[in-house]
DNA sequence: CGGATTTGACCGGCGC
DNA sequence: GCGCCGGTCAAATCCG
């Protein structure tokens, strides 16, 4: 009806939503924040299987590319490891990968104590 | 059925 | 002071 312009956040439940989106980041900004290592891949395809498991949380356009960029987020247990993808326009085939913060966990979950070591060792 | 994914909208910071 | 951009979340939907 007269909502026209109301019905901006299709919010199911009732203004508790928007309470509990003011109450998100309350407080979660640190005074140091882990760097974020950039990775170029080059890879025709968009799941790089790094050991991890990602959730696609967003999507947006950036203006240097024709192509969006994909945010990701680490689904592991304890892992807020986030993510950053991002396509080049020239190279469509070349994939830059950002990852911010640490996997607390070993990504492979199945390899022998020694190879773990190497294997961490490895990525950074 | 569950988990994952998609899209839209909103918010905060910064620049001019 | 205001506008703009980037970034994130939430809900809805889809697939296996």
């Known amino acids: ?5 109301g019905s901006k ?3 199911g439940d009732n203004n508790l ?6 109450m998100k980041k309350v407080k979660a900004r640190r005074k140091v924040r882990e760097p ?3 990775f170029k891949t080059m ?3 968009d799941v790089l299987d ?9 999507q947006k356009v950036v203006k240097n590319t024709q192509h969006p960029r994909s945010y990701y ?20 085939r070349m994939v830059i990968t950002t990852y911010e913060g640490r996997h607390i966990h070993s990504p ?11 294997q961490l060792d490895f990525i950074w």
């Not at 009806?1 to 312009?5: P, T």
């Not at 939503?17 to 003011?22: L, S």
């Not at 492979?108 to 190497?118: E, I």
């Open 50 to 58: 790094d050991g991890y498991k990602w959730r696609k949380y967003g």
């Open 108 to 118: 492979w979950h199945d390899v022998d104590d020694s190879n773990a070591s190497s």
């Open 9 to 11: 956040r299709q919010i």
């Open 17 to 22: 939503a928007i309470a509990a989106m003011k």
């Open 73 to 92: 987020r680490c689904t592991q247990d304890n892992c807020r490891v986030k993510k950053r993808v991002e396509r080049l326009a020239e190279d469509p």
């Open 36 to 38: 974020r290592f950039c």
């Open 1 to 5: 009806m007269g909502e026209g312009l």
């Open 43 to 45: 890879s025709d395809v």
